[in-house]
């Protein structure tokens, strides 16, 4: 069971033995994900509960994810970014300034959220 979802989010099998998933599913019990082309080892717990077979799994976590405008790495639904310089940027320091001079949100999976309406920005009143 390796289709892609999308280009470039596939299953990497790392062995041999397969095991039956809670999702009716088999797959590999040893594996990784290629998400956008990087590589996303799977936390032991995650694959020992194996509620979700390794292509389940691949899509729940790829469901409305974008890739960064700057690095191209994956931002996935729910995560902190920001807009920088018109594009969306996750806020790894080695591609975005930071939070400052940015338009600092969550992207919800479907677009930019600003962090405001999201909840994550909190205004604090100035000094006088």
């Not at 797959?27 to 590589?39: A, C, D, E, M, S």
């Not at 032991?44 to 409305?64: M, Q």
């Amino acid at each position: 069971m390796t289709e892609k979802h999308q280009p470039d989010h596939r299953v990497v099998p790392e062995g041999d033995e397969t095991a039956q998933y809670e999702c009716g599913h088999t797959g590999p019990v040893r594996y990784h994900h290629l998400i956008f082309g990087n590589k996303f080892e799977i936390r032991p717990e995650v694959i020992a509960r194996r509620d979700r077979c390794p292509e389940c799994l691949l899509k729940f976590a790829t469901e409305g994810a974008t890739r960064c405008g700057v690095c191209g790495d994956p931002i996935f639904k729910g995560a902190d970014c920001v807009i920088f310089e018109g594009k969306i940027c996750c806020l790894k320091t080695s591609c975005s300034p930071g939070p400052m001079c940015c338009e600092v949100g969550v992207w919800d999976g479907r677009g930019f959220v600003d962090g405001i309406t999201a909840g994550t920005v909190v205004v604090l009143p100035g000094r006088d």
